[in-house]
């Protein structure tokens, strides 16, 4: 099995950052690749962002390109989801997963393909 705990979340005004960080633990759990996902009120979980194992490779859903940036530290088995100039549309419940295959996907890094998410954590950007 693998845990995987967010935390970082909370209300931030716009243009605001919050760092997100998803510890992983458990007996299955590598260097494996990992997402991060949003689902807003009303709206169908989406795809943020992707890193992979070995070169961590990185994805980023087009309407967070040079806003955010997703990081790994293997020797913490933890991601990473720096958030800047954050906009009250990026308000959601944010959610990191992982499964036990070490790439994203490429172009198809977006779908939601993992057995393992974490609770959940809220993000709200409002002044």
């Known amino acids: 099995q693998v845990q995987l705990v967010e935390s970082g979340g909370g209300l931030v005004q716009p243009g605001g950052s919050l760092r997100l960080s998803c510890a992983a633990s458990g007996s299955r759990f590598g260097p494996n690749a990992m997402g991060w996902y949003r689902q807003a009120p009303g709206k169908q979980r989406e795809g943020v962002s992707c890193?992979?194992?070995?070169?961590?490779?990185?994805y980023y859903v087009d309407s967070v390109k040079g806003q955010f940036t997703i990081s790994r530290d293997n020797a913490k088995n933890t991601v990473y989801l720096q958030m800047n100039s954050l906009k009250p549309e990026d308000t959601a419940v944010y959610y990191c997963?992982?499964?036990?295959?070490?790439?994203?996907?490429?172009?198809?890094?977006?779908?939601?393909?993992?057995?393992?998410w974490g609770q959940g954590i809220q993000v709200t950007v409002s002044s």
């Open positions: 997963a992982t499964d036990l295959f070490r790439y994203c996907g490429g172009g198809n890094w977006y779908i939601p393909k993992y057995n393992y």
């Open positions: 890193i992979s194992s070995g070169y961590g490779s990185t």
